[in-house]
């Protein structure tokens, strides 16, 4: 057994670093439900901000900020637009139905990643026996992609089929700043393509808890009753904001190392016997098919080396890499891939 745990399981597992944690201890707080934490306030101006949105939400999660934006956006007998992947769908417990009595369409893109010509013939036309198509969700970077990300120039084209067809337009950033790194655009030309935008803050970022819903005033107002009646609504919050920006500040441009170790370990698994194939790293996480057998039975040889990691299927494994993993720690990683017996 190998003496130091190196956890791939995924990046939200990451601690709080010594930094983060003073500013947490030291943060300004208020009750947010009054509207009188400026913690929170700094957090959800700062990130409307950056993406060039009007206002923002800090929520618990990013389950919680999806499924507001969801139902601020449809109305029951509504159908939403998704890839089949999409953690809306897959991961967030049939919220869809329970909290926007909306259907789902769902759609196969490549990696999860959808295009115009995919979402059109979908788009269902005004009759009595169809539902109102009424939301286009797209998710950057894509969980079960391995991480695959849309560019700007890919979402520019969805974003005028939605205008022109009448449908709104929102995204799943749960890695936003994980895509950005990779592509290289800027964050501040999101918000003329989206509706509303869901930025999770405590995976590569590395925060705590917490994730912002950006949108318009109008939209983010009825976000926070919303937001209320979800039992979401939080009071000296500014403890947990604290964390959120700064994350923000100190935590983006290091993301590159993790697309640096997600793309060496890549290269590892590649020459393992037991993998299959390897999905192409774009960002952080890492996703093989196993040769033969079972996925959970080398998850379980990982495991009792020291390397703990998840399945995504019967075949598939997934590694995560973050700022918790340090280059030693990769370097270990990868002589227990190696040498996997």
Do not use: W
């Not at 259907?103 to 010509?117: A, C, Q, Y």
């Not at 109008?218 to 939080?234: D, E, N, T």
């Not at 697309?259 to 790293?281: E, R």
């Amino acid at each position: 057994m190998n003496n130091r745990f190196l956890d791939f399981r995924s990046d939200t597992v990451t601690k709080p670093t010594a930094g983060m944690l003073d500013a947490m201890m030291t943060a300004k707080v208020g009750d947010d439900v009054f509207g009188e934490d400026e913690t929170v306030h700094a957090l959800e101006t700062k990130l409307a901000s950056t993406f060039n949105m009007e206002a923002g939400l800090f929520c618990p999660s990013g389950t919680m900020t999806n499924q507001i934006a969801i139902k601020c956006f449809t109305q029951p007998m509504d159908e939403v637009i998704c890839d089949q992947t999409a953690h809306v769908y897959r991961y967030e417990i049939g919220g869809i139905a329970f909290h926007s009595a909306a259907s789902v369409r769902l759609l196969h893109g490549e990696r999860g990643i959808l295009t115009p010509e995919l979402i059109e013939p979908e788009i269902n036309e005004d009759n009595i026996h169809y539902p109102n198509s009424s939301l286009v969700v797209l998710e950057n970077t894509v969980n079960k992609g391995g991480g695959s990300c849309y560019t700007l120039s890919q979402i520019a084209p969805i974003h005028h089929l939605c205008n022109i067809k009448g449908l709104k337009l929102h995204l799943d950033g749960a890695r936003i700043f994980n895509a950005l790194t990779a592509t290289g655009d800027q964050a501040s030309e999101y918000g003329k393509y989206f509706d509303g935008i869901s930025v999770c803050l405590s995976k590569g970022l590395g925060a705590p808890v917490g994730s912002v819903l950006l949108g318009t005033k109008q939209m983010i107002h009825k976000a926070r009753k919303i937001r209320k009646a979800f039992g979401g609504g939080m009071r000296q919050a500014g403890f947990l904001a604290a964390a959120g920006i700064y994350a923000l500040d100190n935590h983006v441009d290091r993301l590159k190392e993790d697309h640096a170790h997600a793309q060496v370990l890549a290269n590892a698994l590649a020459t393992a016997n037991y993998v299959k194939s390897v999905m192409p790293v774009e960002t952080n996480i890492v996703i093989f098919e196993v040769e033969k057998g079972s996925a959970e039975k080398i998850v379980n040889q990982l495991k009792e080396k020291g390397l703990h990691c998840n399945t995504t299927s019967a075949s598939t494994i997934r590694l995560v890499t973050h700022l918790d993993l340090s280059p030693e720690m990769i370097d270990e990683a990868i002589e227990i891939i190696l040498h996997l017996s």
